[in-house]
């Protein structure tokens, strides 16, 4: 299981760093991805990134705000959020697309990742 932390309660234009930690989960193959979910709605893509190729890829709703990361050293994925708005308050999970072959392909499919953990809260304020 996943833990993600570092959300919170911040003012819309402000800033958050979220971490996920996937210490002897996370394989060569694998692609880390972050999804958010608000109450009554399905669990969205936000952000992936290829463990091996550290290719990244983003939902257009955050482009250009939002920057995925990831340490191997550490096993740890970050998502920087800068430019926050209030359309972004969910709660924002970390999961692994386990793959036995490499494949570049980002998945944005939620069905397609698992290791779910709790989550963490982002709440903007206007």
């Known amino acids: 299981q996943l833990q993600a932390s570092g959300g919170g309660l911040v003012q819309a234009g402000g800033s958050l760093k979220l971490s996920c930690v996937a210490s002897?989960?996370?394989?060569?193959?694998?692609?880390m991805g972050w999804f958010r979910q608000s109450p009554g709605k399905e669990r969205d893509f936000v952000a992936g990134?290829?463990?091996?190729?550290?290719?990244?890829s983003y939902a257009d709703s955050v482009t250009g705000r939002f920057t995925i990361s990831r340490d191997s050293a550490t096993d740890t994925v970050y998502l920087q959020m800068n430019g926050l708005k209030p359309e972004d308050t969910a709660v924002y999970y970390c999961?692994?697309?386990?793959?036995?072959?490499?494949?570049?392909?980002?998945?944005?499919?939620?069905?397609?990742?698992?290791?779910w953990g709790p989550g963490t809260q982002v709440t903007v304020s206007s």
């Open positions: 999961g692994i697309d386990k793959r036995a072959t490499y494949n570049p392909r980002i998945s944005e499919r939620s069905t397609s990742y698992a290791y």
């Open positions: 002897g989960t996370i394989f060569a193959n694998d692609v």
């Open positions: 990134v290829g463990w091996r190729s550290n290719k990244k």
